[in-house]
């Protein structure tokens, strides 16, 4: 059964960084997706960042593109969350997930990746605030 469990939240000042870990195991296929997800109060969850296991292809929300990047450790079955540059609207609860694609999600993966059906198990979430 894949388990995915997430680490390294916490408090950090504006522009600081955080890198979040999320470690994933149990996969049946090779062919599956990471995702990092986060909530804040009172809004909806949103997607983040998404890696593929397949080819490494790596997608961003506009919020983050050019301050957070998603990467993968194969051999430790991890995949990171780098996030720089953080701003006070970052704060949230953040999620790992996971979800096994067959080949329409794969070839629709772009589109599909900040969705939450896409995965199927999540994390029990970290806490990130940002704040002076």
């Known amino acids: 059964q894949v388990q995915v469990v997430e680490s390294g939240g916490g408090l950090v000042q504006p522009g600081g960084s955080l890198r979040l870990s999320c470690a994933a195991s149990?996969?049946?296929?090779?062919?599956?997706?990471i995702g990092w997800f986060r909530q804040a109060l009172g809004k909806e969850r949103e997607g983040v960042a998404c890696?593929?296991?397949?080819?490494?292809?790596?997608y961003y929300a506009e919020s983050v593109s050019g301050r957070f990047t998603i990467s993968r450790d194969n051999a430790r079955n991890a995949v990171y969350l780098q996030m720089n540059s953080l701003k006070p609207e970052d704060t949230g609860v953040y999620y790992c997930?996971?979800?096994?694609?067959?080949?329409?999600?794969?070839?629709?993966?772009?589109?599909?990746?900040?969705?939450?059906?896409?995965?199927?198990?999540w994390g029990q979430g970290t806490q990130v605030t940002v704040s002076s």
């Open positions: 890696i593929s296991s397949s080819d490494g292809m790596t």
């Open positions: 997930a996971a979800g096994h694609l067959d080949l329409r999600k794969r070839l629709q993966l772009s589109a599909i990746w900040d969705s939450r059906p896409t995965y199927d198990r």
């Open positions: 149990g996969f049946t296929s090779d062919y599956y997706a």
